[in-house]
């Protein structure tokens, strides 16, 4: 599950300048109606091929004929017509996250024969900024990551998680509107075939990362004879512990596993002779030091001006740490906040994406992840999970197991679709070894349900999202071939 605040950050400027604006499915070719593409508004592009339609859709697919919502979609034509074969979707992570100008950045990062394949297709997600944005009108203490993922007090209570779900969920019951209770990995699904019908492609090619890797599973089982080639990338768990009616239980409880996976890779690389960052002289020493500066500053935090809330506590510590560890490249300043912490000082935190995005993106995560699972609703439920966590994984506190503000929200209408080994064998699953969001041991879960539909190249790299990002030569060359020319492995592979 991507981190929603990534999300933001990498695109707050572009997004900003652009906000001015189980039924039947659509027909399997054109839409009835051509689209009407445009120059992108407010984008900051850097290509001017790049263009911009909306797609409607019914905001309720068992009212399908009721009120319709627009889908905010982007191209980037094919760079050799000739060799066109088809579209290519890019389906974001988050969830809360949009993959709208993306065919601007990540698209222009596929080489060159997958860009003259395909058109790069990119989309803002139902209830994403500007495809009929949702808001829940939180409060701004509310915004915090540490509350939408609520890590536990101290001294292991979930009272107060509680009772900030509850108020969390009560100003989206009331805020939020009808469309709030309408947005799920299933909406998501049906929302993607009705943008490949609106293209006027047959079956259509994606690539989904993180939550989009969800995203593009569930469409794949709904809409397996309109799929041509699907890369799964950074892979969520889709059955889980909890059993397939919690599923998205599982993708937080993956965080326990992810980070035990990626702290051992920092407390490497942060012991290591001659890093300028080097936090202790071994990664055990590392682990110690983070554990007990986590214990200290429950009891004495520091200031932290910028932050939210602007003081440098246990559960702020690890929220950074969870954040740090996404990428190698923040591992210096992760190590650099261990370090200041462990002086008595720390500059300002970093500033914060706009209050509008952030209202938007965690409206969109909440509504996502409450409306594809039921989650129980009493404290007890969650206590003695919270204990055991707490006592087996020291590192994540607690957090993987707690009570979301799904513990308040209504009860979804629909359940989780569940993946299963019938339909096309034309997916590609890629999977870093040490992935603090999506572990290794979640994408394990996913290939065995999907059986001989796919096939999986597990990266021997640390970070969230593979191809062409923290993945390796091996791995993106393995994708590309099978975006490019079709040619997948015959068996599951492993990129040293």
């Known amino acids: 599950m991507k981190e929603i605040r990534k999300h933001i950050t990498r695109t707050a400027v572009i997004t900003a300048a652009s906000v001015v604006i189980l039924g039947s499915v659509a027909p399997v070719g054109a839409s009835a109606e051509p689209l009407r593409w445009s120059t992108c508004e407010g984008s900051g592009q850097r290509d001017a091929r790049q263009e911009c339609t909306t797609v409607f859709v019914p905001m309720d697919y068992s009212d399908p004929g009721g009120r319709k919502i627009g889908i905010a979609v982007s191209r980037i034509p094919s760079e050799k017509p000739g060799a066109r074969r088809g579209a290519l979707l890019l389906i974001p992570g988050g969830p809360g996250g949009s993959s709208l100008d993306e065919p601007l950045e990540k698209g222009q990062r596929l080489p ?59 100003a989206c019951t009331h805020n939020g509107g009808e469309l709030l209770r309408h947005i799920s990995t299933a909406d998501n699904a049906r929302d993607i075939d009705r943008i490949r019908a609106a293209l006027g492609e047959r079956r259509i090619s994606a690539w989904g990362v993180s939550y989009g890797s969800y995203i593009g599973a569930v469409y794949s089982e709904l809409f397996a004879d309109r799929t041509d080639r699907i890369v799964l990338d950074s892979n969520l768990d889709p059955t889980g512990d909890f059993g397939r009616t919690q599923v998205s ?39 110690s030091v983070f554990l007990g500066l ?19 506590n246990g559960t702020m510590l690890r929220q950074s740490m969870l954040d740090h560890l996404y990428d190698p490249d923040d591992f ?13 000082t720390v500059p300002p935190a970093p500033p914060a994406p706009p209050e509008p995005l952030m209202q938007n993106a965690v409206a969109v995560g909440a509504a996502t992840i409450c409306n594809d699972s039921a989650w129980p609703t009493s404290a007890a439920a969650y206590e003695k999970s ?22 308040s929200w209504p009860r979804p209408e ?13 997916i590609l699953l890629v999977q870093n070894e040490h992935d603090v969001a999506t572990p290794l041991a ?55």
Request: aromatic residues 6%; positive net charge.
């Open 442 to 496: 979640g994408a394990r879960k996913l290939r065995v349900a999907l059986g001989d539909r796919a096939v999986m190249v597990t990266v021997n790299s640390t970070g969230h999202d593979a191809y062409l990002d923290n993945g390796n030569a091996c791995g993106d060359a393995t994708v590309s071939r099978f975006l490019a020319k079709g040619e997948r492995p015959d068996h599951d592979v492993s990129c040293e």
């Open 386 to 407: 919270v204990a055991d966590s707490r006592a087996t994984y020291p590192l994540t506190a607690g957090m993987p197991r707690n009570a979301m503000l799904c513990a």
């Open 112 to 170: 060159k024969e997958v860009r003259e394949a395909y058109d790069i297709i990119g989309f803002a997600p139902r209830g994403n900024t500007p495809s009929a944005p949702v808001d829940c009108d939180l409060d701004r203490s509310d915004l915090a990551p540490s509350r939408l993922r609520p890590w536990p007090a101290a001294d292991g209570s979930i009272t107060e998680n509680m009772a900030a779900g509850r108020r969390m969920a009560d």
């Open 414 to 426: 629909q359940a989780p679709v569940r993946i299963t080994d019938r339909g096309r064998s034309n």
């Open 294 to 312: 986590a214990a200290r500053l429950d009891r004495h935090p520091l200031p932290w001006p910028g932050a939210n809330p602007e003081v440098l």
């Open 249 to 287: 239980r599982a993708w937080l409880a993956g965080f326990e596993q992810g980070v035990e996976d990626v702290f051992a890779e920092f407390a490497k690389w942060a012991s290591r002779p001659g890093n300028p960052d080097r936090v202790a002289r071994t990664p055990a020493e590392v682990r």
């Open 332 to 344: 210096p300043k992760l190590a650099q906040l261990i370090r200041d912490a462990r002086r008595g």
